[in-house]
Structures are given as C-alpha cells and as structure tokens.
C-alpha cells in the first residue's frame, strides 16, 4: 500500500511541482489550495494519512495552524509537517505549539522536504493498533480481529473505534464524533453515539484497554492499569 500525503500550498505552480517530485518517490499525494478545501479532503479520506504537509499563510477562513488543529482533533498520530515561507522565529515557535513534527522552510531544491517525509514514515506511522487479548484493530481498514478472527462492525462502530485508536488518551468530543461520522447535520445523535460505544465496550471486554466517559465531554481509549 503506498504512504498518502496531504499536502496543503496555495500557490499551483509551487504546489504541482511538489507533488511531483512526492510522487516521484511512489507516495500518493493528495492536494489542496487551501484550509476548507484541506479539510474537506480529510474528511473525506476519513483522515487516513501518514502525513500532512501544511503551508502556513493561506487563504480563506483557515491558515496552516487553524487546519492543524482540525487534523489533531481527527488524529493525533499523524505527523505534521509546516513547509512555509514564514520562516520567522515567531512563525517557527506557533508551528511547533500547533503540533509540528518540523518546521521547513520553503525552497526551489525540495530535498530537505523529502528527507522530512521519510523521518516521519520511518519512525512508524502505523495504523494496526494491539489493544490487548489477542485483539487488533486497523485503523486504515477499518478491520477488528478477536483471537484470529475478524469481527464485522458496522460503520459508525468502526469510525468510531478508528477515531479513538488515533487520539490513543486524548479525549474524543461527542460533538466531534458526531459532526465526523454524519457531517453537519447530526441533530440528536449522542444516542447513537452511546449505543455504539456500548458495543464496542461489549467487543473489547477481554482487551487491555478501556473505553472512559469523559463527563459532558466524549470519550477516550486507555491502556488498563496493570496489578502489581
């Protein structure tokens, strides 16, 4: 399967050259010109990606910072790269707040973008989680398997349980889910969202991990505390 890169530049001629030469090294890139358009992009890889390359300064409601906030609360376990000509130390400094793996600065040689990519793909962007128990999720494929055998969900289980693997401690908002998993027009929801995670309490009660109700919030996926 071929790593998938977000990659998010506002200028076409900058932007096709880059995508190119990501191409070039057997990666699948997908392209956007801009924050809203990004964002209506992952929504509808379901946020799969290994990567996401963020120019900073663009246009419209949504600047690089702003749609990395909306990635990290998809995924938190993808690595973000800034890729920018504000290469200001301020700009540097709210990159890294905004959960940057690195900062590059932009450049006609693309090199140093490319060695970035690979750090991050290296490092182990996996997407098949061990929960315990001879359990295993994959979050690319949506796949449960219990003890060797693979456990069919339905869709909003699934997404569900994809989007807890990939915010792994990190509180999940109920209004979140909802909005992911249905769009816009999610009126009345929670309940399916509580009825779900019932199931999937029920599908990993032999696991190492737990799903928390975080009260007026939404969910988080933790590992079990083990007895001493």
Request: with cysteine; net charge neutral; charged share 30%.
């Amino acid at each position: 399967m071929k790593h998938k890169i977000l990659y998010v530049e506002d200028d076409l001629v900058f932007r096709n050259q880059v995508q190119k030469r990501l191409e070039a090294q057997g990666w699948k890139v997908i392209v956007a010109s801009d924050g809203k358009e990004a964002m209506d992009k992952f929504q509808a890889e379901q946020g799969n990606f290994d990567v996401a390359v963020l120019d900073v300064g663009l246009p419209g409601a949504y600047d690089g910072f702003q749609l990395a906030e909306y990635i990290e609360k998809c995924n938190t376990r993808i690595p973000l790269i800034y890729y920018s000509s504000l290469a200001t130390l301020d700009k540097i400094r709210i990159g890294y707040k905004h959960g940057a793996k690195s900062y590059v600065v932009k450049a006609d040689d693309i090199d140093e973008l490319v060695v970035e990519i690979e750090n991050c793909l290296r490092e182990g962007n996996g997407h098949k989680n061990y929960l315990g128990g001879g359990i295993f999720f994959d979050t690319a494929t949506k796949s449960l398997e219990i003890a060797g055998r693979k456990e069919k969900l339905g869709y909003v289980d699934e997404e569900i349980l994809a989007m807890l693997c990939k915010n792994w401690n990190n509180v999940v908002e109920t209004n979140w889910i909802c909005e992911f998993v249905w769009g816009k027009e999610n009126w009345g929801k929670e309940v399916q969202v509580r009825k779900s995670i019932r199931r999937l309490r029920e599908l990993l009660k032999d696991s190492s991990v737990e799903i928390k109700t975080e009260r007026n919030k939404g969910y988080r996926l933790v590992e079990l505390q083990k007895d001493l």
